[in-house]
């Protein structure tokens, strides 16, 4: 079964514009992480925050952990052409078993 | 250093068939961890090896195995292959000091 379930399921944005993607869980975590994916390809490991992290930061990424609403989201700025993937965030409960959503198809348009 | 390397990158095969897959971590990384993903079910944990030993294991049938090296190079076998079986393969290292987990290109499965 899926722990995370992204939203919105689709975003279509403007170049330059910044894009918000959001997941939720079911049940306690000891971290989770968000992953990119360019046409089937492999996954690229974003970020990772930690239970008892509320935000972190990476170049244009900045994601925020929510464990009492067990939420997090992604917010990409100043997206670019190349942002245009699938994301998806996973959840670890310390067992290197991650559990992964449907994940969330961003474009960007030139 | 170089990143998880998956072979081979396509394979296809006929129903009833049996599948290899290999995958070599990061230099260094002992835990290796094996996922399916389809349109329908999206990302699945399959396994995880660490030190030649499966530490942990999804839901899926007797027919997905695999088995870790003292390389810590790792195997998957899918047996009597079936359509559904038919997925990107990902396998993942982990090192011993973070939780991030790193995967590889994947292996494009078909069953025919």
């Known amino acids: 079964s899926q722990q995370g379930e992204e939203d919105p399921q689709a975003l279509s944005i403007q170049e330059g514009e910044n894009a918000t993607m959001n997941c939720s869980y079911k049940?306690?975590?000891?971290?989770l992480q968000w992953y990119r994916q360019n046409s089937g390809r492999g996954l690229v490991h974003l970020i990772l925050i930690r239970s008892n992290e509320r935000e972190k930061h990476s170049g244009r990424l900045r994601v925020t952990l929510d464990t009492s609403k067990k939420s997090s989201s992604l917010l990409i700025t100043a997206s670019r052409a190349a942002d245009t993937a699938s994301y998806f965030c996973a959840t670890d409960r310390a067992n290197s078993k991650l559990t992964f959503g449907k994940g969330i198809t961003l474009s960007v348009r030139p | 250093k170089a990143g998880v390397t998956q072979t081979p990158r396509y394979l296809i095969k006929t129903r009833g068939q049996q599948v290899t897959l290999s995958c070599s971590p990061i230099?260094?990384?002992?835990?290796v961890s094996w996922y399916q993903q389809t349109p329908g079910q999206g990302l699945q944990f399959l396994f995880e090896?660490?030190?030649?030993?499966?530490?942990n294991k999804g839901n899926f049938p007797g027919r997905f195995s695999g088995r870790q090296f003292s390389n810590s190079r790792s195997e998957m076998n899918v047996s009597t292959l079936e359509l559904g079986d038919s997925a990107l393969y990902l396998c993942?290292?982990?090192?011993?000091?973070?939780?991030?987990?790193?995967f590889g290109p994947g292996t494009r499965l078909t069953v025919l």
């Open positions: 993942a290292s982990r090192g011993p000091l973070y939780n991030e987990q790193f």
């Open positions: 049940t306690s975590i000891n971290n």
């Open positions: 230099s260094g990384h002992r835990s």
């Open positions: 090896y660490f030190s030649e030993t499966q530490r």
